[in-house]
């Protein structure tokens, strides 16, 4: 019998004796048992959904089911009250868009406390993996001044006043004026920063906050989303594939070490939502079985010429049941088709790797057949693209034909294009949304319910 | 003697016989011995500083002095030239502010390879420590909708067209037409979203981008830097002077043991900086001991008001030497005074608590006087603040009060009141400014040199 003193919030309060006491750190409540006929009823009453007390008592072997141990509680304070008719938290279930809605308080729950221990636990795992190998953490700009990405529409930042902005002599607004005396975005990858560090320091990633102002109202993307971007001189593509992989194995591996408690609990729910469904929709595996699938398997190579053979001689493409028929080679895959491939065909995650030059970026290294590029996409099961990566070109001149072509100023470029001409070598790198992993290891299906306060198109609450 | 392969970039070339290789993994170079009468004259002149190479050969103990072991070169490949006339980095000492200009190449020098290496370290020992102790690592928005942080001036972001924004019936810019429906900021700090999850978790912690638009072009500000900001409920503030004490010790003496050579690298480099300088100027410590001194000395903790009366008591106060004079309790402290107490008065590290209300943020606690608040600075020497921090106000009447004294709309908070409406507690948290903590780790003077890419008035290139 130990005595001990505990502070948390009630999450419930039964029969006047048994309170749920949770404190954050872990799924499970520790059960203290109230001594009802020795406590003020003043007190009692005060003890309610979402009140944060102070408990002292002893910790013994519990009596009841459902605990090993409870408090037999000898001292109560409370701390902060809660009304019980006001507190949005009520101890039932409520909806995701409810909760979506009370960002900050919905952490309160079961369910987001997991998910944000779990992420939490991702992000160290993140780093981890990265700094035992040797790799330096490259904190890469947030505002850029660099327009060339490419990647995705960009959000303005600015210092200069919304109404009547100055303007030069061209009745154009004059950025010079601006804070950084030119116009300035947020970024939408820092891959491009983080070249020029790997062909310094060989091995760097950088984890961070990454924007695109593109109006998708999905329920896999974000406005505001993080995004890990390792880059590693003298990798080729086959080794920056074989790192992609081992790399989200080793984070899925970490986190179910870490947060037995948390995956097993986001498991149940799973499996309860499931059987909600009608059968036909039902998945075949457990969250737990998908995450020891990924790790027992090795992800499926498949180039793009590959794939497009498979995609046009499937039966969804034939009966013409894709929204996009695929009928030859180029075509830009869309979400159907990578889920046809990852759920369907292979059901398992899937590389594809040597797209069309034509619908990828810029800075990829071109195949010597002139008109592929040395891109790899990994796809997930329900998740589709979680990794975007490539080996770069490191010729100087292909690259500035590149970029000839497309009409960017090379001026825009020079630091980039230095990397090319002082001391280029083979190079390679991917990015992964975070967010993306979060939602494939906890099992949830909307993007917004794994990032604390999300931002989408017409929200940016709290 | 073993059989090696390694790849790199050229640091220098001397007697047709030596180059100095390094990959950017440690500071040290390895030797490569040429047999330059069996190499080609044509790849002899290739080898130049800051080309890329591929060297296959033996490893064997050293016959020179100065390293204890060497590659004796059986091939030397050239991956990627680098043209000796036009390369910026020379094998010479380039000016920082030449650097600063080559951001995207001065990682490639002795100097700047040390000091992201050792921030890299920082970053995953700040990491490990809040993980270890189970701290939820929790991403708030960048993105913010909410202006009442009061910390500082703030970047708009906006996919609004710059020119010509549409405008509402009353003739101002119309934002919700904007991307987020509303008006929206970079944010200055992640604090009050981070005190509504310490509310739910207990112990959490942020480590993200934030944002200055102040005009401060000085060796100590950003415009962008990277912040952390522990929270945790049921802490007053001598558990959270305790907490950021013991962290700051934590992640200085981590860096020690995982960067010795780094470390050591700077240190010489202070010391021969130092050389330089007049003897009255010079320090009093080496960087090392410095550090030293830091991890085996308590930080003294001063009162505000105990702070006043040794200022007012000063010389520099009585010979007017301040260029503001303290004259009475109430005055906001400047940096001269910081560095007094600091470098002078205490020789060490200082806490100073319980400021004027009146000089404080709204959401720090008032203490029973009625005049100061539980608020904490840690200020450290050659630094200044490098800690900001405060017991906050749970109670919701003082809170809504202070709210409404200063003029903020309580519509605006309403989800960050909810946490004093519903189970409120104790709790409390700082800011560390990470640049702050690299400068004074890596013992450079200028914050520009210790991120990758600074932000700065006038300055957003790379």
């Not at 948390?8 to 203290?32: E, M």
């Not at 075949?284 to 990924?294: I, N």
Request: aromatic fraction near 10%; charged fraction near 25%; proline fraction near 4%.
């Amino acid at each position: 019998m130990d005595e001990v003193s505990v502070k948390g919030w009630v999450r419930t309060f039964r029969s006047k004796r048994f309170l749920a006491l949770n404190d954050g750190s872990v799924i499970h409540n520790i059960q203290c048992v109230i001594d009802f006929e020795n406590t003020p009823e003043e007190t009692l009453k005060r003890i309610t959904t979402g009140a944060a007390v102070a408990i002292q008592g002893n910790l013994v072997e519990s009596q009841g089911s459902g605990q090993k141990y409870e408090i037999q509680v000898t001292n109560i304070e409370i701390l902060g009250d809660s009304d019980a008719e006001d507190y949005p938290m009520q101890p039932k279930k409520h909806s995701l868009e409810f909760l979506r809605e009370n960002a900050h308080l919905r952490v309160r729950t079961n369910v987001f406390g997991a998910i944000m221990r779990v992420r939490s636990v991702l992000s160290f795992a993140v780093h981890h993996y990265f700094q035992d190998r040797g790799f330096v953490y490259v904190n890469t700009p947030v505002i850029t001044g660099s327009d060339a990405e490419g990647a995705g529409e960009m959000f303005r930042v600015t210092a200069l006043p919304a109404q009547n902005p100055p303007v030069n002599e061209e009745g154009k607004v004059d950025y010079t004026q601006d804070f950084f005396g030119k116009e300035t975005n947020l970024t939408v990858s820092g891959q491009l920063e983080a070249e020029t560090y790997a062909m310094a320091l060989g091995q760097v990633y950088t984890f961070g906050p990454t924007f695109r102002a593109e109006n998708s109202n999905t329920s896999r993307h974000l406005a505001e989303f993080w995004m890990i971007e390792p880059e590693v001189a003298f990798n080729d593509l086959d080794a920056n594939m074989d790192l992609a992989e081992d790399f989200i194995k080793y984070v899925i591996r970490y986190a179910m070490e870490k947060c037995p408690e948390d995956l097993t609990f986001l498991n149940q729910r799973l499996q309860e939502e499931d059987k909600k469904k009608p059968a036909a929709e039902r998945s075949e595996m457990t969250l737990l079985e998908k995450l020891r699938f990924v790790l027992e398997n090795n992800f499926k190579r498949v180039s793009y010429t590959e794939a497009i053979d498979i995609l046009k001689n499937s039966k969804p493409n034939k009966k013409k049941k894709f929204k996009y028929i695929i009928d030859e080679w180029g075509a830009d895959l869309q979400s159907e088709h990578e889920r046809y491939l990852v759920e369907k065909h292979f059901n398992s995650p899937v590389i594809l790797f040597d797209y069309p030059a034509d619908i990828k970026a810029f800075y990829m290294r071109l195949n010597d057949d002139g008109k592929t590029v040395r891109a790899m996409d990994i796809l997930f099961p329900g998740i589709g693209e979680i990794v975007g990566g490539s080996q770069r070109e490191e010729r100087l001149e292909v690259l500035q034909d590149k970029i000839n072509e497309l009409g960017i100023d090379e001026k825009e470029l020079w630091w980039y294009l230095d990397t090319r001409r002082f001391g280029t070598a083979v190079h390679s790198g991917f990015g992964l949304g975070f967010e993306r992993l979060v939602l494939f290891v906890t099992g949830m299906t909307n993007i917004r319910d794994v990032i604390p306060f999300p931002r989408t198109p017409q929200n940016a609450d709290f």
